[in-house]
């Protein structure tokens, strides 16, 4: 699949990339699991719904010049489901924590709205070092317009429909299991 | 764009006007028959259920196309709101007839079981869509395919998506109807 983007992969500054995720999926579990409870949970839940939702639409994008080992399935890489499940478990945190006394409707839609902030923010770096790469369709159907001259401004909302699917997936099985959180 | 299109191997041209009359008279019939069944908070549920596939419609755009039908029968580009609320209307029916004729169980049991009718009567669908030409797949989807096929008809992967879905748009109608 070739990239509009021209930006060199340099595989070492991949590998960091790999292990700092890593390091801060163990870091945050370790500090929220003292904030908050069934944490390994909530967190499986999470990454179980980012998981389902990178498998159905792998097909609009690759992740590329990451470890093999970074991969679960084709170009589905556990790391990066890793980085977008760590973004909703902060952001659900800091929202519980600073707007404690929001409805239940209102944090669900401010986890959704900066949560999609943050994963633009992430989208754009993993666009610029290379490791993202849109298929041609997603890019036949852009408009042109970049955000910070590397995501389709598409994005906008692609980002939070797939936060709102992943969210909504977090909470309900949250309430299913009956396993209480932050949120 | 590069779509592929088994009808293009059959031949056949779907006739469309039909297929757009189908749906709607489908879609209420199913929505005068839950009213009959008096469905509590049913617009509310609708409006939750249309939201949530056409949800899935935006974020799978890039991957098919729904082609040939009238052009009063698209929301945008080749986003067809006839599918949403034909599919909106194949997500309701599925919360009856687990709700209402398979009762006494955990919501855990009724999510799986939603996604067994969901998945049973959504892939015959795909199926019939994808057959008649209707629905087409990106090149890239197609390329992911392994190449296995459901009945010697359609793409096994048809199975797996259709549970995909509703492994996720269930929990978004769920969690805001309930």
């Given at each position: 699949m070739a990239s509009i983007y021209k930006y060199k992969i340099i595989e070492d500054e991949m590998v960091g990339l790999e292990i700092s995720l890593i390091l801060a999926t163990i870091v945050s579990l370790i500090f929220l699991s003292k904030k908050q409870k069934n944490i390994i949970i909530i967190f499986l839940i999470t990454f179980i719904g980012v998981l389902l939702f990178e498998y159905f639409t792998q097909a609009l994008w690759e992740n590329i010049g990451?470890?093999?080992?970074?991969?679960?399935?084709?170009?589905?890489?556990w790391i990066l489901t890793l980085g977008w499940t760590l973004n909703i478990l902060w952001v659900t945190f800091f929202v519980s924590k600073q707007f404690k006394n929001m409805p239940k409707i209102g944090s669900f839609v401010t986890i959704i709205l900066l949560s999609s902030l943050l994963g633009i923010v992430g989208e754009i770096i993993l666009v610029k070092t290379g490791i993202r790469v849109y298929s041609p369709e997603v890019l036949a159907l852009a408009s042109g317009n970049l955000i910070a001259g590397a995501?389709?401004?598409?994005s906008l909302y692609y980002v939070p429909a797939f936060m709102t699917l992943v969210v909504a997936f977090k909470r309900y099985w949250q309430n299913n299991l009956r396993i209480g959180g932050e949120d | 764009m590069g779509f592929l299109t088994i009808a293009e191997s059959t031949g056949e041209v779907a006739s469309t006007l039909a297929t757009e009359i189908i749906v709607i008279l489908f879609a209420v019939g199913i929505y005068l028959f839950l009213m009959s069944q008096k469905t509590k908070r049913l617009n509310f549920k609708y409006i939750i259920i249309l939201l949530s596939v056409f949800l899935f419609q935006i974020m799978a755009e890039p991957m098919w196309s729904d082609i040939?039908?009238?052009?009063?029968?698209?929301?945008?580009?080749?986003?067809s709101w006839i599918f949403t609320i034909g599919f909106a209307s194949i997500f309701m029916i599925t919360f009856y007839i687990v709700d209402?004729?398979?009762?006494?169980?955990?919501e855990t049991v009724s999510f799986f079981l939603y996604l067994l009718v969901l998945t049973s009567i959504s892939t015959i669908i795909e199926s019939i869509l994808f057959s008649v030409g209707l629905r087409e797949y990106s090149t890239t989807l197609t390329q992911s395919f392994s190449g296995i096929s459901l009945l010697g008809?359609?793409?096994?992967?048809i199975l797996l998506a259709s549970a995909l879905v509703g492994a996720l748009v269930i929990p978004l109608y769920k969690y805001l109807t309930e």
């Open positions: 990451l470890a093999d080992w970074a991969y679960l399935y084709l170009d589905i890489a995501v389709p401004i598409e | 040939g039908l009238a052009d009063w029968a698209y929301l945008y580009r080749n986003v209402e004729k398979i009762k006494n169980r955990s008809l359609v793409p096994i992967e």
